[in-house]
């Protein structure tokens, strides 16, 4: 752990001159799935700099909007607080930006990216939130990607949050037997343990109902 700690600032700025969507997938995943959360703030701080800077390079690529996005809102759930709220909307322009570029981008990525933070951040007044517009996009990024394993994730956890136990149980179920991404092993490693947890919630939901 300590070594990716030490490493991954120079991976970072290693890769500063045209680095691909690749890098900051990995980068991404690595700083989700390795770091021990109390460090992951400054890691995706790090990372959200050299995004942000590749971006300017990139401003009508619907793929690096949609990662922008994506670890920027990483950096705001790893911050949190008041504070966090302006890389949330941040997030949401950019990828609101790319589904006006190419809605089906990388899979429908920013329906999916764009549903989660509709359910995760508050509503009004403080943020955005809107569970009926969190539904609305999950079901854009399901219906471009049937079989994702990210789109049946979110959806599967917002079902869980609105207590649909039985329909989440469908869609968790569905996001763990989703096939392999290419390049991206540790990415689906870590998503697949999310799911576990979540389907072991849902299943205890359910079991508790039963005994009602």
Known sequence: MKALLCTLPLLLSASLAAAPLSHYQ???????????????EDAFAALREQVQAELKAHPDDPGYLIWSAIISASYAGAKGGIGALK?????????????????????????????????????????????????????????????????????????????????????????????????????????????KDKLAKVNAKLEKRKKK
């Open 26 to 40: 990995d980068s991404w995943a690595e700083i989700k799935y390795q770091v021990a959360e109390k460090q992951q």
């Open 87 to 195: 890389y949330v909307k941040e997030a949401k322009a950019e990828l609101e930006q790319s589904l006006k570029l190419d809605d089906k981008a990388l899979g429908g990525s920013a329906y999916t990216s764009l549903g989660s933070l509709y359910y995760q951040v508050p509503g009004w007044p403080i943020g955005f939130g809107d569970d009926d517009k969190a539904e609305e996009n999950l079901k854009k990024a399901l219906a471009i990607n049937p079989d994702g394993i990210d789109p049946n994730f979110f959806y599967g956890d917002f079902l869980l949050e609105e207590r649909r136990y039985q329909e989440a149980l469908q869609y968790l179920t569905k996001a763990l037997a989703a096939p392999d991404r290419p390049g991206r092993a540790l990415a689906d490693a870590g998503r697949r343990a999310e799911i």
